[in-house]
T-cell receptor, first 116, second 112 residues
Framework: GAVVSQHPSWVICKSGTSVKIECRSL??????MFWYRQFPKQSLMLMAT?????????EQGVEKDKFLINHASLTLSTLTVTSAHPEDSSFYIC????????????FGEGSRLTVL | AQSVSQHNHHVILSEAASLELGCNYS??????LFWYVQYPGQHLQLLLK??????LVKGIKGFEAEFIKSKFSFNLRKPSVQWSDTAEYFC??????????FGQGTTLQVKP
């Protein structure tokens, strides 16, 4: 299968600072990537759809100014949590679709953000 | 809007017991259906998927799922579970929006 990698795996930051999480498709080009958020013992909630070369599409209730998404190339999407607060602490997971595997999404390892 | 409901939140089984995890979805059109597994400390992995054809789908590690269109269901089954099947299981649906919507997840704990 295709490989999706996220960095960093763990990040701890102070309240009020911004944190950037990278999502890379390592062996394929992804015109679309998806960002999910997973709370402990809960399901994955789709936050936004990241489109290469255009603005991201956010799900209802997700603050686009808080969660900045940039998809500048076919292999990289970034999620920046701006002015982070403790309630932003969560597990963020990205995924991408590889045309070689019809319809299947491949997931990154996830990034655990802790805001102090 | 699409939605996915998993009936069992936490399942505890002994090794060799049979498993069935329920999944129902809400969407009137053509759907693609998935079951993903998340082992402790690992990322999501695809167990199996249904796009069309035979409604009984076989996946990895002895898992299978049956798509019953009239019941909007896609239940996951395994005849005999192992301790290594302890994990979180997610049902997911992909309709015409292209977005993958997940169910709440089911925690499976298999006792040796």
């Amino acid at each position: 299968g295709a490989v999706v990698s996220q960095h960093p795996s763990w990040v701890i930051c102070k309240s009020g600072t911004s944190v950037k999480i990278e999502c890379r498709s390592l062996d394929f080009q992804a015109t679309t990537m998806f960002w999910y958020r997973q709370f402990p013992k809960q399901s994955l909630m789709l936050m936004a759809t990241s489109n290469e070369g255009s603005k991201a599409t956010y799900e209802q209730g997700v603050e686009k100014d808080k969660f900045l998404i940039n998809h500048a190339s076919l292999t990289l999407s970034t999620l920046t949590v701006t002015s982070a607060h403790p309630e932003d602490s969560s597990f963020y997971i990205c995924s991408a679709r590889d045309k070689r595997y019809t319809g299947e999404l491949f997931f990154g390892e996830g990034s655990r953000l802790t805001v102090l | 809007a699409q939605s996915v409901s998993q009936h069992n939140h936490h399942v505890i089984l002994s090794e060799a017991a049979s498993l069935e995890l329920g999944c129902n979805y809400s969407y009137g059109g053509t759907v693609n259906l998935f079951w993903y597994v998340q082992y402790p400390g690992q990322h999501l992995q695809l167990l199996l998927k249904y796009f069309s054809g035979d409604p009984l789908v076989k996946g990895i590690k002895g898992f299978e799922a049956e798509f019953i269109k009239s019941k909007f269901s896609f239940n996951l089954r395994k005849p005999s579970v192992q301790w290594s099947d302890t994990a979180e299981y997610f049902c997911a649906v992909n309709g015409n929006t292209g977005k993958l919507i997940f169910g709440q997840g089911t925690t499976l704990q298999v006792k040796p």
